[in-house]
């Protein structure tokens, strides 16, 4: 017969780097994003069809990236924060 295991101490603790990539922000202005808390990581665009198609390396703690792309939805990739936008 199995015993029941206590699990109260083991509680999920996230690692301080989850807590790091939660703060990155992506905020679309017309075609610029603003990149911020992302420093040393790369900013991909992507199309919905899942083709990559630009990468942008974010030098600063707040970066401003114009995006030369036609009307339409894309994904923005930032480490493991991901955005839906439209370009209108």
Known sequence: ???????SSLLFDPAPAAQVEEDITLTLDGNVVTVTNAQGKDLQVVSLTGRLLATYHISSPSQRVELNLSKGCYILKVSKVVRKVSIQ
């Open 1 to 7: 017969m199995a015993a029941p295991i206590a699990a």
